[in-house]
């Protein structure tokens, strides 16, 4: 089993696969009469397809034991899909760049509380992994006609591995 060993979640080692949720270093201006501030233009929500609409949920998700074994993958070729945990915690994002339709190896992120990600349409990643206890995300999807959900198993899992934290 091949093993993989998550680094900091930050918006340059993730920008092959999406977006970073996050206020740091964001664009923002003052709103409300100067008593609220705008975080503007974080994500780029994707939806195609007949009948494509955007869709907000809230999905509640229990921890896997770590490390995790990675024997698949996810993605969604009509829309992005993007988490913003509920909660100041961390979680455990994983992705694999295409290859020729097939995933290839894993990169894994840990992002840390306060960090959305945004998963751009087509981008395989791991399911959802919260550390340690179940956590609530808000979570920006697609919704509409068609097929926006393709599996990949892997014939050899990989064993994720988080880094020594704090």
Not at 31 to 50: P, Q
Not at 133 to 147: N, T, Y
Request: negative net charge.
């Amino acid at each position: 089993m091949t093993t993989v060993t998550a680094t900091p979640l930050t918006r340059e080692a993730f920008a092959p696969f999406g977006d970073v949720i996050e206020t740091a270093g964001a664009e923002s201006f003052l709103i409300n009469g100067g008593k609220c501030r705008r975080f503007h233009d974080l994500a780029r929500v994707e939806a195609a397809g007949a009948d494509a609409r955007v869709l907000i949920n809230i999905f509640r998700a229990e921890p896997y034991p770590m490390p995790l074994r990675l024997e698949m993958v996810e993605r969604h070729p009509l829309g992005s899909q993007a988490f913003i945990p509920l909660a100041p915690r961390p979680y455990l994002v994983v992705v694999c760049p295409d290859e020729a339709g097939r995933p290839g190896a894993p990169q894994a992120f840990v992002a840390h509380p306060g960090q959305g990600v945004n998963y751009a349409r087509g981008i395989w990643h791991a399911v959802l992994t919260p550390i340690g206890e179940a956590q609530d995300f808000l979570v920006v999807d697609r919704g509409g006609e068609g097929r926006n959900l393709e599996e990949h198993f892997f014939d050899n899992p990989f064993e994720i591995h988080l880094p020594d934290m704090p």
